[in-house]
């Protein structure tokens, strides 16, 4: 009996042995496998270059390069503070209209100052090419028309600047804003030579004479090869701060002797007479 209950014993624990075993190799004899987690590569992004910057960064004041066969000028334009003035000269400048034109005024004051250089858009032969309608004159803008500033030119007509400019050879603060009458609203600031100004001065030491009813011309043309945009200025140069001023202010009369064209179209800044 005890030998039999033996046997019973031994063979039930060999079964649950079996039992196990078959339970760790999954019941084919084999070890069980195990799945490793799933590990998924770091997601590399992309990097993103930028194109190097080739235009003007918004805000950025025009730079304009005047070719002439004297010299090139450069001029940057103010237009945060002569907005109208500045897309009125780049307008005719994407044009052409002041390429194969000339420097057509060379005036002194009559003390022997230099007092400007103006272009228009005149010809060689000393034809006016077709000008657009007038536009707002800015001359409240509170720049002054100090040396080397570029202003529009106009007629007694306060609003009648279109393609004609000046370049200061000397301070003309008599031209600025005084008043509200044509002699008195001054000539409108838009822009500043930053390179060139050798050459405006040499074209300001010009012999000068009469011709297709203009005067102070120079007797050697000056030509005005082309006018285009070069790269803007990043940072705008000091523009000038509106100076207080004095309450009255001496009145420009033109030299004695001196007459001006008819129905040219516009009207040349007069020189302050000297007493």
């Given amino acids: 009996m005890r030998w039999t209950m033996l046997v019973a014993l031994t063979a039930a624990l060999i079964m649950i042995a079996v039992g196990c075993a078959v339970g760790q190799t999954g019941g084919s004899g084999e070890p069980a ?9 770091p997601e590399v992004k992309a990097t993103e270059t930028k194109a190097p910057e080739t235009q003007a960064k918004a805000g950025a004041n025009p730079m304009v390069l005047i070719e002439t066969n004297l010299g090139n000028i450069k001029v940057e334009l103010f237009k945060d503070k002569a907005p109208i003035s500045v897309e009125n000269f780049l307008s005719y400048i994407k044009e052409g209209y002041y390429d194969s034109t000339i420097v057509h005024r060379v005036s002194t004051k009559q003390a022997g100052e230099k007092f400007v250089i103006q272009v228009g858009g005149i010809t060689v032969d000393m034809r006016q090419k077709p000008q657009k309608p007038g536009i707002k004159n800015e001359a409240t803008n509170g720049l002054s028309n100090l040396r080397g500033t570029l202003s529009m030119a106009r007629t007694s007509d306060i609003n009648s600047g279109s393609s004609h400019f000046f370049i200061n050879l000397s301070d003309n603060k008599f031209l600025d804003h005084t008043g509200n009458d044509p002699k008195t609203f001054g000539y409108a600031v838009f822009g500043k030579v930053v390179e060139g100004m050798d050459v405006v001065d040499k074209i300001g ?21 082309k006018v285009k945009v070069v790269m803007a200025s990043s940072k705008a140069t000091s523009q000038q701060k509106a100076e207080p001023k004095q309450a009255t202010e001496p009145e420009t009369q033109n030299k004695p002797g001196e007459t001006k064209p008819e129905d040219k179209g516009t009207q040349e800044p007069e020189s302050k007479t000297t007493k």
């Fill in 33 to 41: 496998k195990t799945t490793p987690p799933e590990t998924k590569a």
């Fill in 205 to 225: 030491q010009s012999a000068v004479g009469s011709s297709g009813g203009y005067q102070d011309v120079p007797t050697k043309p000056v030509i005005i090869s």
